[in-house]
């Protein structure tokens, strides 16, 4: 429990919850839980999201995935099976990543 700052890359694989900043990306296992909100540049999940999530570049949820909460990302890819519930959204093209310039 508590804040994650200034970190290159979580991987969850227990259960966290917390608020996420200043990360580069995120990385929930099939048996992780990460309960809060983030705001990072890319996210793979496998596992479960509850909360705020904003990727400003791309956001993969895998087939055993889910994502419940509101939504907010620059790419958005969804396995067969991967589950995303809530507000979802995606970001305008100026605030995505430099991804956009590339």
Same mark, same amino acid.
């Given at each position: 429990?508590?804040?994650i700052?200034?970190?290159?890359s $979580?991987?969850v694989?227990?259960?966290v919850? !917390?608020? $996420?900043?200043?990360?580069r #990306?995120i990385?929930? !296992?099939?048996?992780?839980?990460?309960?809060g909100s983030?705001?990072?540049?890319? !996210?793979?999940?496998?596992?479960?999201f509850?909360?705020?999530?904003?990727?400003h570049?791309?956001l /993969?949820?895998r087939?055993?995935?889910k994502?419940?909460?509101? =939504?907010?990302?620059?790419? $958005?890819?969804?396995?067969?099976g991967?589950?995303i519930?809530? /507000? =979802?959204?995606? $970001?305008p093209?100026?605030?995505t #990543?430099?991804?956009? !310039?590339?």
């Amino acid at each position: 429990n508590g804040e994650i700052r200034t970190c290159d890359s $979580l991987v969850v694989e227990g259960r966290v919850e !917390a608020v $996420l900043n200043e990360c580069r #990306s995120i990385d929930i !296992a099939a048996s992780g839980q990460f309960k809060g909100s983030a705001d990072i540049e890319s !996210a793979d999940i496998s596992g479960r999201f509850d909360g705020d999530l904003t990727v400003h570049g791309r956001l /993969t949820v895998r087939a055993t995935g889910k994502v419940f909460g509101k =939504v907010k990302y620059g790419q $958005l890819e969804v396995e067969r099976g991967g589950i995303i519930s809530g /507000t =979802v959204e995606a $970001l305008p093209e100026s605030a995505t #990543s430099s991804e956009v !310039a590339a």
